[in-house]
């Protein structure tokens, strides 16, 4: 029997960048995306910008302090894709079902997202190395 859905739909698509106004001239000008929001999450040293890509966001992500662990990711793959995110009903209820799941939450507690919103990793090495995210409903 297939367990209930996890996720209700994809939120946003996250492409790592080293600065997210250089990246803006090619996302937001050339492309047309609309920008939703730009927020900087004190508590992640993060950047997060969302565009608006008709069904999805996209989200720019860009680290804030040369010790963050995506300066590691830049520097090793360049800017580029990061990760997956999918709404959830709510996150910390799904960050408790994933060892039912056999799937293993990078924390064990949501971090902050953008617009008051909550959000958890889910370990890429249980997820056959694609990095997926999960956050609640606007």
């Excluded at 209930?4 to 492409?15: E, G, K, S, T, Y």
């Excluded at 492309?31 to 008709?54: A, F, K, W």
């Excluded at 994933?98 to 889910?122: C, N, V």
Aim: glycine fraction near 6%; charge should be negative.
């Amino acid at each position: 029997m297939t367990p209930d859905p996890l996720f209700r739909q994809l939120d946003h698509i996250a492409i790592v960048v080293r600065d997210t106004d250089q990246a803006l001239t090619f996302y937001r000008d050339t492309l047309g995306l609309p920008v939703v929001c730009s927020e900087v999450i004190p508590t992640g040293n993060v950047r997060l910008t969302h565009l608006d890509m008709g069904n999805v966001h996209l989200q720019l992500v860009q680290p804030l302090t040369a010790d963050h662990p995506l300066q590691s990711h830049l520097d090793q793959h360049g800017e580029g894709l990061h990760h997956l995110c999918f709404q959830t009903d709510d996150v910390a209820e799904s960050v408790a079902q994933l060892p039912e799941r056999g799937l293993s939450p990078k924390s064990p507690t949501p971090h902050d997202a953008p617009r008051g919103r909550k959000a958890a990793f889910i370990d890429p090495e249980s997820t056959r190395g694609v990095i997926w995210e999960m956050t609640g409903p606007m």
